[in-house]
């Protein structure tokens, strides 16, 4: 089963087969980037951002963290009455992360993070 707003075939994410040579060599340097750099756009395409990236690998995030001070500040203004809305926000609200990486085949590799 594949995780909750995650687009179908996304189990196997791998380019199309022109990433590859031709003659079944493993990729080089250049191809093993331009391989990551579709993996980021198709994440991109799908609502993550990147948070950090360096030549084989990238850190990609979906979500945003929540503002716990602004919260306080609202609940303290309304006499507690925001309590429920700030409960509500940090039990729903979630952070994922994803590290993708190319291995020396050309294979996309992804490993959730915390």
């Known amino acids: 089963m594949r995780p909750h707003g995650e687009p179908k075939g996304w189990g196997a994410l791998q380019p199309p087969p022109g990433y590859y040579s031709a003659d079944g060599r493993p990729p080089d340097e250049a191809q093993r980037v331009l391989i990551l750099d579709w ?4 994440r991109i395409a799908a609502g993550w951002r990147v948070e950090s990236r360096s030549g084989t690998q990238v850190v990609m995030v979906r ?14 203004l309304t006499c507690f009455l925001w309590g429920v809305v700030w409960l ?25 993070g915390p």
Do not use: C, F
Not at 63 to 72: C, I, Q
Not at 88 to 112: F, M, P
């Open 39 to 42: 993996a980021v756009n198709q």
């Open 88 to 112: 509500v926000l940090a039990l729903t609200n979630k952070v994922e992360r994803v590290a993708l990486t190319v291995d020396a085949q050309g294979h996309v590799i992804s490993v959730n």
């Open 63 to 76: 979500g945003t963290p929540l503002n716990h001070v602004l919260h306080a500040l609202l609940m303290v």
